[in-house]
């Protein structure tokens, strides 16, 4: 064997022995480093999956548990007529008139079984009620405004307004749902619980929703026709205003705590003084003084 076969030989040899190093080091390092660096990190995102999972786990139980502490009774029957003097207590108390309320039958709630196939397992139980009630938009914006404020889980499915031949005065129609669950701890009571200040509009947002009245014909001339024409005291100090009510030059006295009659609007005579009287107008306080129009106060008068 000649000197240049021998190098190319022992050249075939070598690149022969580099391949089989090669081979043995991918078969028996690198490729099982992989598969562990692949399970590693497969194993690393279900652990990151089951953390996040306990996390919403949590949210939710405690959210669950605050549900269960706003929730009805969980006897269905006395849910549903405790709910049914609140929700008539909060009716009258607002000043709604001649309000009818119906409850409509428990009806329940299922889900599937996580641990029964094919079974599903009851929670809880929602029932729907029916009120119907005439009232002012301003005594409406005040029960909707309780209504909010309230823990109850409740809501309103629907609401429908019409006018009423009587000016200021609409038709009420409304649909409420409330839930109870079997996990609430309240067995014959409502829960007491109640939104923060935070968490719910003030009743300043609902007075601008009575501001801008869409049912009233004449609204705002109405504020301008109310004029405090007068002040007098009897002979026992009890002080009474004279208020002009319409464009006519209707007169009407109006003692404190009394309303002043005007369809339109709920105006209350506050306090009487010797030289003005204060008034809630839509629950806004205003001072008036003799020839003064609410009007021209709560700068809602008509500029010609």
Do not use: C
Request: zero cysteines.
């Amino acid at each position: 064997m000649n000197p240049r076969t021998k190098w190319l030989a022992i050249g075939g040899l070598l690149v022969i022995g580099f391949y089989a190093a090669d081979t043995l080091y991918r078969s028996w390092i690198e490729t099982p480093t992989q598969l562990l660096n692949a399970e590693l990190n497969a194993l690393t995102k279900s652990m990151r999956e089951t953390n996040d999972q306990q996390m919403i786990a949590q949210k939710a139980g405690k959210r669950l548990e605050s549900y269960a502490a706003r929730a009805l009774p969980y006897s269905a029957q006395l849910a549903r007529s405790g709910y049914q003097k609140w929700l008539l207590a909060a009716v009258e108390q607002n000043g709604l008139q001649s309000p009818t309320i119906d409850a409509a039958q428990p009806v329940a709630i299922e889900l599937k079984s996580r641990t029964k196939k094919g079974k599903r397992q009851s929670i809880g139980f929602r029932i729907g009620y029916s009120l119907r009630a005439r009232a002012t938009l301003t005594k409406l914006a005040q029960f909707l405004h309780e209504f909010r404020s309230s823990g109850q889980l409740h809501k309103i499915r629907s609401l429908a307004l019409n006018p009423t031949g009587k000016e200021g005065l609409l038709d009420v129609n409304m649909s409420i749902e409330v839930l109870g669950l079997d996990a609430s701890p309240n067995k014959d009571q409502l829960s007491q619980w109640h939104l923060t200040d935070e968490a719910i509009a003030s009743l300043g947002d609902y007075k601008k929703f009575v501001q801008r009245n869409l049912f009233a014909r004449g609204f705002a001339k109405a504020l301008q026709d109310v004029e405090l024409k007068a002040i007098t005291f009897d002979r026992l100090g009890t002080a009474q205003a004279w208020f002009r009510i319409d464009s006519s030059g209707t007169t009407r006295t109006v003692g404190i705590g009394d309303q002043v009659p005007l369809a339109l609007h709920d105006i209350s005579v506050i306090d009487i003084l010797p030289d003005k009287v204060l008034v809630h107008v839509n629950e806004t306080p205003y001072w008036l003084t003799l020839g003064q129009s609410i009007a021209q106060v709560s700068g809602a008068e008509i500029k010609s």
